[in-house]
């Protein structure tokens, strides 16, 4: 894992998330995909309520 990225420690599938930085900031849902990228950056994907799905940096989210 590279040391500038730092996800929440209870990241997994179906947890509800709210997006506190980033592009998104703002914005909340539920983790679909979890991905760590070539770089080590670990990435998720959102789905908000309505559907609409975007993806962000997990280090950029807390799980509630």
């Not at 947890?15 to 080590?40: E, L, N, Q």
């Amino acid at each position: 894992m590279n040391p500038k990225d730092n996800p929440p420690a209870n990241l997994k599938d179906g947890a509800h998330c709210r997006v506190v930085a980033g592009t998104h900031a703002g914005k909340s849902g539920i983790v679909a995909d979890i991905k760590t990228s070539k770089s080590g950056f670990v990435t998720i994907t959102v789905v908000q309520e309505d559907g609409e799905r975007f993806k962000t940096l997990a280090k950029n989210t807390v799980i509630s």
